[in-house]
């Protein structure tokens, strides 16, 4: 939560949530779903294939981010698609690599599926709304300091000995 410091100070209205069926999908039903396939799933089934963590992490958030390219065929012009295709797949490729490293760490799929499902009720970062944001001096620091602190302690908060994740009792980092 804490990179979405500044998103959250942006907008403190994030949470209020419609609860009609597809925001129910996107924030509930989809990251159970996705989580569960990609990361409790295809994540151990190539750990225990003899693939390494880093390998998995790198490599197998790309059948996730390929699994969103359904996109492509919505109604509307199709190179315009294209490109939202191509960014979804970047970006969901990104996500899919943290939550990867989230799994290993933790060895918990629960953690993954809270942080899918509070990453989709927050979307993309706005960062252009900054400039126009009534407090745009407090906003933008709370966008650096929410980065910040997300580097420097994603690898704190979930080190593997709070957790007790089997996959970093059999595979040392």
């Avoid at 315009?80 to 970047?90: A, E, P, R, S, Y």
């Avoid at 933790?106 to 970062?125: E, K, Y």
Wanted: glycine share 10%.
């Amino acid at each position: 939560m804490v990179l979405f410091l500044g998103p959250m100070v942006m907008d403190t209205d994030f949470l209020n949530i419609s609860y009609d069926l597809e925001t129910l999908r996107d924030i509930i039903v989809g990251p159970l779903v996705e989580e569960l396939v990609f990361r409790s799933v295809i994540c151990p089934i190539l750990f225990f294939g003899g693939f390494s963590q880093r390998y998995i992490i790198i490599l197998s958030p790309f059948l996730f981010g390929f699994a969103h390219a359904h996109h492509i065929f919505q109604k509307g012009n199709y190179f315009i698609n294209l490109i939202k295709v191509l960014f979804q797949v970047c970006f969901t490729s990104l996500f899919g690599m943290y939550s990867a490293f989230l799994f290993f760490r933790t060895g918990n799929i629960l953690a993954c599926f809270i942080v899918h499902s509070f990453c989709n009720i927050m979307g993309l970062p706005d960062f252009g709304g900054i400039s126009d944001h009534e407090n745009k001096k407090v906003v933008g620091t709370c966008f650096i300091i929410g980065l910040i602190g997300f580097i420097f302690g994603v690898l704190p908060i979930t080190n593997p000995n709070y957790y007790g994740s089997i996959y970093n009792l059999l595979e040392v980092w």
